[in-house]
């Protein structure tokens, strides 16, 4: 069965300094990984994703994470945190088998970044 | 419209009432998803149409939870006899395509969700 685990439930950092969001995931399957991003009030948007090409994945907003097999991980990184980048964070795995599957997305719980000033 | 819709924004009912909440999704998009998100947690999967029909509605919790989508265009998800624990952000989405054992990397657009409070 497939899962995503999320090391944070909050993250907090300074403007202008590097943000790091941990995600491990299990998967019986070479997965599909995901980051969305959710901004209060607003729909979740996607970040970037992983589906078997160049380990390191880049996305919006200068974000980039790296699939990591032998560490079952892929955590997010930002060079340089802004004050938009403020909001909740989902990793995701999709789930690649038919009728009776648990839909095609599965979510981590989140990881609330907070971006001082 | 330019995204997925979803209404009412915000719902109150009683314990015990039915409601329906709507979602509109992105024009030509064959797949319709459901999820729901309680406090504190990621969503979690609902129900999916892949056109008219349910191709996977193994994430309905209980038979109070019905969803329809008649056209293979709006959505509507009803819950009958609601319960305080039903009070979450129910989420709709959409994607071009779709499809079970299919590209499960195809990009899915959000709605901003619809927030149901049970009293």
């Known amino acids: 069965a497939q899962s995503v685990t999320q090391l944070d439930s909050h993250v907090s950092v300074s403007e202008g300094t590097p943000v790091l969001l941990r995600c491990n995931y299990s998967s019986s399957y070479s997965p599909s990984l995901f980051w969305y991003v959710q901004h209060p009030n607003k729909g979740l948007q996607l970040l970037l994703k992983y589906t078997s090409a160049a380990t390191l994945v880049k996305g919006i907003n200068g974000f980039e994470a790296e699939f990591k097999k032998s560490e079952t991980s892929f955590h997010l990184t930002k060079p340089s945190a802004h004050m938009s980048d403020a909001a909740e964070y989902f990793c995701v795995v999709s789930v690649s088998l038919g009728r009776g599957s648990q839909g095609n997305l599965i979510f981590g719980k989140g990881t609330k970044l907070s971006v001082k000033p | 419209g330019a995204g997925v819709s979803q209404t009412p924004s915000n719902k109150v009912t009683e314990k015990g009432k039915y409601v329906e909440l709507r979602c509109d999704p992105i024009s030509g998009h064959t797949a319709l998803y459901w999820y729901r998100q309680s406090l504190g947690q990621g969503p979690e999967f609902l129900i999916y149409?892949?056109?008219?029909?349910?191709?996977?509605d193994s994430g309905l919790p209980n038979d109070r939870f019905f969803a329809v989508r008649p056209e293979g265009s709006v959505s509507t998800l009803k819950i009958q006899r609601t319960e305080r624990g039903d009070s979450a952000v129910y989420l709709c989405?959409?994607?071009?395509?779709?499809?079970?054992?299919?590209?499960?990397?195809?990009?899915?657009?959000f709605g901003s969700g619809t927030q149901l409070s049970v009293l």
């Open positions: 149409f892949q056109g008219t029909g349910a191709a996977d």
């Open positions: 989405a959409s994607s071009l395509r779709g499809g079970q054992g299919f590209a499960t990397n195809e990009k899915l657009f």
